[in-house]
C-alpha cells in the first residue's frame, strides 16, 4: 500500500513502481483533482483497467451521477464508515480478481 497527500504525487507513485489493484482518491485533492487523476490513469495502457473509487464531500444527487457518469467504479459520499469503506474495496478486489480467470 502507499500513501500521497496529493494527486501529482499519487500519479508519480502510480507511474513509477507502483501497479496497484486499487486507487482510493479524494475529489478534491490538491494540485490534481480525483477527475484529472482519473484521467491520467485512464489515459496509460497499462494502468487503464485499474479499479478506482473516488470519495467526496459532494452529496448531491447530480455530484454522484457525475461521478458515475465520469467512469469511476464506485462514488463514496462521505461521511462514510471504515467498515463500509473496506467492504467496498474488499468487493471490488474481489470482483476484479474473478475477472482474471
Known amino acids: 500500500m502507499a500513501t500521497a497527500n496529493n ?52 452529496a448531491s444527487e447530480d455530484d454522484k451521477v457525475q461521478g458515475i457518469r465520469y467512469g469511476v467504479n464506485d462514488y463514496l459520499v462521505k461521511p462514510f464508515s471504515s467498515r463500509e469503506l473496506l467492504s467496498l474495496i474488499d468487493s471490488r478486489i474481489r470482483a476484479t480478481s474473478w475477472n482474471l480467470f
Open 7 to 58: 494527486g501529482v504525487k499519487a500519479l508519480e507513485l502510480i507511474e513509477s513502481d507502483i501497479r496497484p489493484d486499487l486507487v482510493l482518491a479524494d475529489l478534491m485533492m490538491p494540485e490534481m483533482d480525483g477527475y484529472e487523476l482519473f484521467d491520467k490513469i485512464k489515459e496509460n495502457k497499462e494502468l487503464a483497467d485499474t479499479t478506482f473509487i473516488m470519495l467526496t464531500a459532494r
